[in-house]
């Protein structure tokens, strides 16, 4: 089990249900709240809600890109996946229980693996972002072949059907098929069926780095933004490489849940569940006693997140190309502010204190569960500010950074897992161990150089 898998997920938060109303006043409130953010360094992006064909709130922060509008979607391109795997179903060229061995046999499993396993993330195939090599490698351009041999020897997760477990695999997979059945690109397909019928202007799939390469993403140090590296769209592919906007995706959205892309049966189906949240290319994400469908996504250091709340005939999408917060608290944060509920402003450490000096914590340590189960490596590298970088290690490489704030002497905050970091130091003020904290979980790391 990798560190990654235990620090991160993406699920919407479930809160305590209430009726409640809309906030004449919200604007001003949701313009304070993201002001906050802005003034603490933690939002870049775009955010636009909108009730019916009105449109009520528009929201852009991006001083670094302040003309940009399109931004990389992430995994929200499943659920244009999904469209496009519905529509062959009801053209009668694929079926629900159609196997994948029928495509791709070599999969572990595939004679036993149906399209509504890949659809609802119940195939148990090896998501290939867990790769060792993935992160280090995500600016490289992947063939087909090279993609599939990834997938091909990555161990299973579990059987078919006994379990649901999200893997960017299963999405790679259907955009291959639906290549296999059309043959036409995932690219020409999206287009044709999608984004020209519904006239999504600033909605595209990115076939390769050049046309992603003014689209970037930031991670912020401590002091300032800088560019992050950007991902080649091969390896993403129909489970992440769309580029959209939020005007587009709450039109994308409001097309979809009104008839004009996928007929009712489908869109049912596509809202059937597999777990808690987990659809057939759908989320599930409620927000009190609303329930909205859509879904988020992540690539770099791009966040997204779209939804639909039929209670209410309400869209609203955020992009993101630089975040210090989850985009999950952002969008709790605005619908808070929008149905005018109780909403805590994420409190952001700026400690003055000095000693001991950062390099003190700086070095590769090992994390272990109940101290005997290596789940993964990390380095911690001072970083600008009096912040720290907490890096993942993959096979010795570097892979996705967190930055750390410190709270006192020897404690530090990770944001991006809601999690601490407490260092404990001998008498020579020399790192003795470290445990990360994350709600009840807890796990001891010991220091190898």
């Known amino acids: 089990m990798k560190l990654k898998k235990l620090l991160l997920?993406?699920?919407?938060?479930?809160?305590?249900?209430?009726?409640?109303?809309?906030?004449?006043?919200?604007?001003?409130?949701?313009d304070d709240f993201l002001d906050y953010l802005?003034?603490?360094?933690?939002?870049?992006?775009?955010?636009?809600?909108?009730?019916?064909?009105?449109?009520?709130?528009?929201?852009?922060?991006n001083p670094l890109e302040p003309k940009n509008s399109q931004y990389r979607i992430g995994s929200i391109t499943k659920t244009f996946t999904s469209v496009v795997v519905f529509q062959l179903i009801e053209e009668n060229k694929l079926t629900l229980d159609t196997k994948l061995s029928k495509f791709y046999p070599k999969i572990k499993n595939s004679e036993n693996i149906t399209i509504d396993n890949l659809l609802s993330h119940t195939s148990g195939i090896f998501n290939f972002t867990f790769w060792e090599n993935y992160y280090s490698n995500r600016d490289q351009n992947f063939s087909k072949e090279q993609v599939l041999d990834i997938i091909y020897k990555g161990k299973s997760d579990f059987k078919p059907n006994k379990d649901c477990s999200y893997?960017?695999?299963?999405?790679?997979?259907?955009?291959?098929?639906?290549?296999?059945?059309?043959?036409?690109?995932?690219?020409?397909?999206?287009?044709?069926?999608?984004?020209?019928?519904?006239?999504?202007?600033?909605?595209f799939v990115a076939q390769n780095k050049d046309e992603v390469k003014n689209i970037k993403s930031y991670l912020f140090n401590g002091k300032e933004w800088n560019a992050d590296i950007s991902s080649d769209p091969s390896l993403p592919y129909s489970a992440g490489a769309i580029v959209s906007s939020t005007s587009d995706l709450n039109k994308f959205l409001k097309e979809l849940f009104h008839g004009n892309l996928v007929s009712n049966n489908s869109l049912v189906k596509m809202q059937e569940l597999k777990n808690k949240f987990i659809g057939h290319g759908l989320f599930k994400m409620p927000f009190y006693d609303k329930i909205g469908w859509g879904h988020s996504g992540k690539i770099d250091e791009f966040e997204s997140a779209t939804s639909y709340f039929p209670q209410d005939d309400l869209y609203i999408t955020?992009?993101?190309?630089?975040?210090?917060?989850?985009?999950?608290?952002?969008?709790?944060?605005?619908?808070?502010?929008?149905?005018?509920?109780?909403?805590?402003?994420?409190?952001?450490?700026?400690?003055?204190?000095?000693?001991?000096p950062l390099t003190t914590f700086a070095g590769v340590y090992k994390a272990k569960l109940a101290g005997l189960i290596t789940v993964g490596k990390f380095e911690i590298t001072p970083a600008e500010n009096n912040y720290l970088f907490m890096t993942e290690l993959q096979d010795g490489k570097e892979g996705e950074k967190a930055l750390v704030e410190r709270i006192d002497a020897n404690s530090f905050y990770m944001r991006s897992a809601k999690g601490k970091l407490i260092f404990t130091l001998d008498k020579n003020n020399k790192v003795d161990k470290l445990v990360l904290e994350q709600g009840k979980m807890s796990i001891k790391c010991t220091k190898e150089s």
């Open 38 to 61: 802005n003034k603490e360094n933690s939002f870049l992006g775009n955010i636009e809600l909108k009730k019916g064909n009105e449109l009520i709130y528009k929201y852009s922060s």
């Open 9 to 30: 997920s993406f699920s919407f938060s479930i809160f305590t249900q209430f009726a409640f109303a809309q906030n004449s006043d919200f604007k001003k409130n949701v």
């Open 167 to 203: 893997s960017n695999s299963n999405y790679v997979l259907l955009g291959y098929i639906i290549e296999d059945i059309t043959h036409k690109s995932y690219e020409e397909n999206v287009k044709e069926r999608i984004t020209k019928k519904l006239d999504l202007i600033e909605t």
């Open 318 to 356: 955020l992009t993101s190309n630089g975040s210090r917060v989850k985009l999950n608290d952002v969008m709790i944060g605005v619908l808070s502010k929008y149905y005018d509920k109780k909403f805590d402003y994420p409190t952001f450490y700026h400690s003055e204190i000095t000693n001991p």
